[in-house]
């Protein structure tokens, strides 16, 4: 279970809110952008970085002399927000539609990965999580590629989730209104992959099993 | 053109600035989420919220007495981020594999609309941007519900936005390699429309020419 505390405490729209950790997990893995919010002096800033998951920590990647990687491997508090926008809610009156959504606010302070072996696990982690099985078929990084790598990672121990999956909500008086109500769904379909020229004639991997139902063959 | 301030220079990646308005108002019409930074005690925080444009100003509302709401209105600086994801580089080296990506970084404060018929027009405009014709579908919101409703703007002076939809890059003593190399593309797919049950009977509604080819027909 999740536990609330004051920065996860959810004011509004409560029957939204989710304690599952595996939820959590969900939507993590399926957003692969995190957004990152940092304190500067103007004022915050919002980031989007790709940042996966492995076990209980999510992390982040970049170049070694990144100025935001520099930055945020100081560790000071920050906010990493997921989230997949699933359709609209078509109401009868304009004032309840709403939308479909899964979101998750993860807070606390980011570390760096520095043993060498470490960084390259959970890099090729990640390729698998886009792509399973393709840490086989490509030249692996290497020492001078780690090196000049920064990974961050921070734990997956303060959060909340919020997922809005609910039916239309209408006023009574609105019911026999002649108005059509429903959902209008919006789908992340993946693939199909599309070689470079001078991969047009090998062999194309398959990569589907990350995506399940999501996977779009030709 | 959008100009570069403090805030807005892109220091990384500068290959994939992008300085046109028309882009910007783009990736936000098709993202309609914005992540949005706030400072806290405690840290930075980032929340997602619905978010819509009229001409050159970005608006968001939520109810009277949220409190995120009530923050927001009153002015200080704050950052909208709005993110596109669009699939995968596949590079014959795990170090080469990049992401497409579209991304708007929007800087400023906002501003509570107070007027009622100012807030009714730009709150219709976003129902027909989700749903172009439904303003005559549906009961428009009466002054009961425009008074629950606060909405907040944000004029698009301090943006900066960066696309990533380049090939393929490898190193040259990579190329030899048999190793599949491309793109594997994420599109959102929007549709078919999902009735009540108690609008199976009416005529579907087509909102299809707000979504042109990511429209998915039954």
Chains 1, 2 share one sequence.
């Not at 952008?33 to 103007?42: K, V, Y």
């Not at 970049?62 to 491997?73: C, E, H, Q, V």
């Not at 939308?99 to 606010?105: E, P």
Request: aromatic share 8%.
């Amino acid at each position: 279970m999740l536990s609330t505390t004051k920065r996860t405490e959810i004011n509004k729209g409560q029957h939204k809110a989710v304690f599952d950790p595996e939820q959590l997990n969900a939507i993590i893995d399926e957003s692969l952008i995190a957004h990152i919010g940092i304190h500067s002096t103007n004022g915050p800033i919002v980031i989007p970085m790709l940042a996966w998951r492995v076990d209980n920590h999510v992390y982040i990647h970049g170049a070694n002399n990144s100025r935001l990687m520099r930055d945020l491997k100081k560790g000071e508090q920050t906010c990493l927000t997921f989230t997949l926008f699933d359709g609209w809610v078509l109401a009868r009156s304009a004032f309840h539609h709403s939308a479909h959504y899964r979101s998750a606010v993860v807070f606390g302070g980011f570390e760096q990965v520095e043993e060498k072996e470490e960084k390259d696990r959970v890099l090729n982690h990640f390729v698998e999580h886009i792509a399973p099985g393709r840490t086989q078929h490509v030249r692996l990084s290497n020492d001078k590629e780690l090196a000049a790598t920064m990974v961050l990672k921070l734990p997956l121990t303060e959060a909340s989730v919020k997922i809005s999956n609910f039916g239309v909500n209408d006023d009574k008086s609105d019911l026999d209104l002649p108005a059509w109500a429903g959902v209008l769904p919006y789908r992340t379909v993946v693939g199909p992959l599309e070689p470079v020229e001078a991969s047009t004639h090998l062999p194309e991997p398959d990569y589907s099993t990350a995506y399940g139902k999501r996977w779009h063959n030709r």
